[in-house]
């Protein structure tokens, strides 16, 4: 904690609620005391206290009512009571948490969809871009499934099972041998129980999207809500605010949040203020509560996955009642296909039939849907597996199922989206250009063509590594082993993993070479702001070269964008070689050019390497980060950034904590403002700050009266407003400062995450920024740091001593807690007199 500060000028109770960031603490570490008390919350998020304010307030009324000297003061020493909210279990904990890692497309995808421009108007576009985005996860969803299948089903029971070659060195398969003669040796049984692996996968999913919804889209937001001690006349004058919106409700699409806007209507001012009221996305009553959709969207997801394993079934079973002559089963094969398509097609359509209902609390669950959707796909696949079953005693299993057509459409149906979602966010961005947003709008379309990459490289490795071990090291596809290996467009995809290497070299040297410069260009800059001191060359190129680093931050969009686009061609390449050939990059190559020859059979080789060793370390990596707090502070910004956003896309994606941390925090508040009418500095450390802010929107006028706050850190505008311009924009930045009472942001330039909010002053507010602060606060040795300083770059914000400063301040510019009425004579004695003892009537025996 920062060191004692003198009493506040205005009276009253004062609390300082800190909010950690990114990589998390411990309550001893945030409130500098080795005793703390958890005062309310859980085991998973929970507001601490030093032992000896946990009741503070009572002893500032006692005071008050006394007339002490102290009357007013939070805290015996004069400062506010500090309390600690630690959330950092909603995102880390044991090494098992790393296996969400496994799910990353998914929550790729779902930023997409929180990266809308901002836009005014065009309504049917703003629900198009949402409906594109869920279309994508859902080709996600597919894809994963058709994996699992291609390994299950095609590699192991069809190719492997079915060649006694390969079944020799693994007893495990004997019994699914057709050497063996048994009952499973049909193919149509091998595949039915081999059917069972992607299944369970499905089953599993579902079961972790249930469970997380069940915690995290449960948290019920205060908005609509009165809490026990919330004051009725706060409630009354919330209710113009609470639905002011610019996105009419369409209850065809239930597109309210789709089309949520920079900017809204505004409500009637504040009494006693002539500041209006404006509800941003962020503030309405339902926006951290979307149990509706993300029951939806489980059960068409659900729905999808076993559609998939059973069309993968029905498809290799029909195609050979079709090839063998009179067979009884073709009938049953046609019919359930038929049946397959329908049910596709009414999962397609629940999928675009409704967005996001913010407006209010939508705490409908359309029971029939997510329980009959998901039963019924159940069914089919029952129904596959029974007709895959099914005896057929001339089947033999022979080359590689037919899945090749699958995967292809799968790729173009991605592709053909992605260019779609491009278009239109375009024309979204053009309606309301902004020279800060990433990309130029065009953030989601390149993050959803990442999502995509992603996952065709995490299910290409896994079936690439497994035909490589159980066709014992041959080269997948390359006629070397007994297997034929997945389906050719996967080893094309491989092929271009080295290729996208190649590429990306480009950007990441243009990167070194001008950050080398500026680390140069600053060294002047650096000298001159510590005034007259002993230049020291060494100390200079540090300082310098950690500005110049943390200006690597600003670079993010250009990269990502070279690497969407690359893959964008790279992938449509592939789906054309493979198209076009027929055959793995090196078969295909074979013949032509020597020098071409060799390229496409070291990329191929290479990148099925690649992919399963990225795979690898991509898990070992993850897990680390939840284990080693310097490796999660490391990526810990990415995760955290990715799962703060609710799941309105894809509901397999990790949970989004801050449906639990953004009520918990308005909650605790909105309880402490009423209860107490005290001055609350709330002070948000870099992902904190994102949390505080979204907590400010959630509150009602009358609580946001009592709120200063207080950000250092911050991404708010630096990340939040430039990749998600529709919720932390120019214009939702700008609302804010307004919203609340005051609000103060500090920044440095060595930070790599947290910048400026670039909100200038506006009349008789000041400007939010204050910054870059001096880091390190001394050059060299001195009399008063006799020690070298640390570069701290984004930690420690609150040991410098511009933190108490502003924080004091803000306390300052707050208005005063309203004076408790004084007791008269008679009251007092009254409150002092003991009660007299009670008759057997219940009635005072005087």
């Not at 959330?87 to 779902?110: I, Q």
């Not at 729905?303 to 002559?325: E, I, K, Q, S, Y």
């Not at 008789?764 to 001096?774: M, S, Y």
């Amino acid at each position: 904690m920062p060191p004692e500060t003198p009493v506040p000028h205005r009276g009253g109770p004062a609390l300082e609620l800190l909010v950690h960031g990114v990589g998390g603490t411990t309550p001893q570490e945030m409130l500098g005391d080795p005793r703390t008390v958890r005062v309310t919350g859980d085991d998973t998020a929970a507001v601490f206290r030093r032992a000896d304010d946990v009741n503070a307030e009572d002893r500032t009324a006692g005071d008050a009512r006394t007339g002490d000297a102290l009357a007013g003061d939070a805290t015996a020493d004069g400062r506010p009571v500090p309390e600690a909210y630690v959330w950092c279990n909603l995102t880390s904990g044991n090494g098992s948490r790393a296996l969400w890692l496994l799910l990353l497309p998914f929550m790729v995808v779902n930023l997409a969809h929180w990266m809308r421009p901002a836009t005014k108007g065009l309504m049917k576009l703003q629900r198009l871009y949402g409906v594109l985005v869920r279309l994508v996860a859902l080709t996600l969803t597919v894809l994963l499934t058709a994996a699992a299948s291609e390994v299950a089903l095609d590699l192991t029971a069809w190719q492997c099972a079915g060649s006694a070659h390969c079944v020799a060195d693994r007893s495990w398969l004997g019994f699914l041998s057709p050497e063996g003669h048994g009952w499973w040796a049909q193919p149509g049984r091998r595949l039915a129980l081999a059917s069972l692996v992607p299944t369970a996968l499905v089953g599993l999913l579902w079961y972790l999207s249930n469970r997380t919804w069940s915690a995290y889209e449960s948290q019920r937001p205060p908005t609509d809500a009165r809490p026990g001690g919330f004051p009725e006349a706060e409630a009354d004058d919330t209710t113009a605010a609470d639905t002011a919106t610019d996105a009419p409700t369409d209850t065809s699409t239930g597109t309210a949040a789709d089309t949520a806007t920079d900017t809204a209507p505004a409500s009637p001012p504040v009494p006693g203020s002539d500041i209006p009221t404006i509800r941003p996305a962020l503030g309405r009553p339902g926006f951290w509560y979307g149990r509706r959709l993300v029951a939806r969207l489980r059960a068409a997801h659900t729905a999808a996955g076993f559609l998939t394993v059973a069309t993968a079934l029905v498809g290799a079973a029909a195609h050979h009642d079709r090839t063998a002559a009179g067979a009884p089963a073709d009938l049953l094969g046609r019919l359930l296909q038929a049946a397959l398509l329908v049910c596709a097609a009414v999962v397609v359509r629940v999928v675009c039939s409704r967005g996001r209902s913010e407006r209010r609390r939508d705490a409908t669950l359309d029971r029939a849907l997510v329980t009959w959707l998901p039963a019924t796909s159940l069914v089919l696949l029952a129904a596959a597996m029974l007709y895959a079953g099914w005896s057929r005693p001339g089947w033999v299993s022979s080359g590689a199922l037919p899945s090749d057509l699958t995967f292809r459409v799968i790729v173009l149906a991605q592709v053909a989206l992605i260019l779609a979602l491009l278009v239109t966010a375009c024309a979204l961005h053009r309606g309301a250009p902004h020279a800060r947003t990433a990309l130029w709008g065009l953030g989601g379309p390149a993050v959803a063509m990442l999502a995509c990459g992603l996952a065709g490289v995490m299910t290409g490795g896994i079936a690439q590594r497994v035909a490589d071990w159980l066709d014992r090291g041959a080269t997948p596809g390359m006629g070397e082993g007994a297997m034929a290996g997945p389906p050719v467009l996967l080893s094309w995809q491989a092929a271009a993993i080295p290729v996208l290497l190649v590429l990306l070299l480009v950007p990441l040297t243009v990167l070194a070479v001008r950050t080398v410069r500026a680390g140069r260009r600053l060294a002047p800059v650096v000298e001159a702001e510590y005034g007259d001191v002993t230049v020291d060359a060494l100390r200079t190129r540090q300082i310098a070269g950690a500005r110049a680093r943390a200006a690597l931050t600003d670079a993010a969009p250009w990269l990502v964008g070279t690497l969407s686009g690359a893959a964008l061609l790279l992938g449509a390449a592939a789906v054309a070689g493979s198209w076009l050939s027929g055959a793995v990059p090196g078969q295909a190559a074979e013949g032509s050019n020597s020098l071409l020859e060799s390229v496409a059979d070291t990329a191929q080789a290479l990148g099925s390497w690649l992919i399963g060793l990225g795979f690898i370390l991509f898990v070992t990596w993850g897990r680390r980060a939840y284990r080693d707090p310097s490796a999660r502070r490391t990526i810990g910004i990415l995760w955290d950034v990715g799962t703060f956003w609710p799941r309105a896309a894809h509901p397999f994606a990790p949970p989004c904590y801050a449906e639990r941390a953004v009520p918990d925090l308005t909650w605790r508040i909105a309880s402490w403002t009423a209860r107490t009418g005290g001055r609350l500095v709330l002070c948000g450390h870099s992902q904190g700050s994102v949390l505080a802010a979204s907590a400010v929107w959630q509150l009602r006028p009358a609580a946001r009266r009592r709120v200063a706050l207080l950000t250092y850190g911050s991404p708010l505008e630096r990340l939040y407003g430039r990749w998600f311009p529709a919720y932390f924009g120019a214009g939702p930045l700008a609302g804010l400062s307004k919203e609340v009472h005051c609000w103060r942001n500090l920044w440095r330039a060595t930070d790599p995450i947290g910048g400026p909010v670039r909100i200038p002053a506006d009349g008789d507010r000041p400007e939010v920024d204050r910054g870059p602060l001096k880091d390190p606060l001394a050059y060299g040795r001195s009399a008063r740091h006799p020690l070298p300083e640390p570069i701290l770059g984004h930690s420690s914000y609150q040991t410098d001593p511009v933190f108490t400063e502003e924080r004091d301040a803000l306390l300052d510019r707050l208005p005063p807690a309203p004076l408790p009425r004084q007791a008269s004579p008679y009251q007092e004695s009254r409150r002092r007199k003991p009660p007299r003892p009670q008759g057997s009537s219940g009635r005072s025996s005087g």
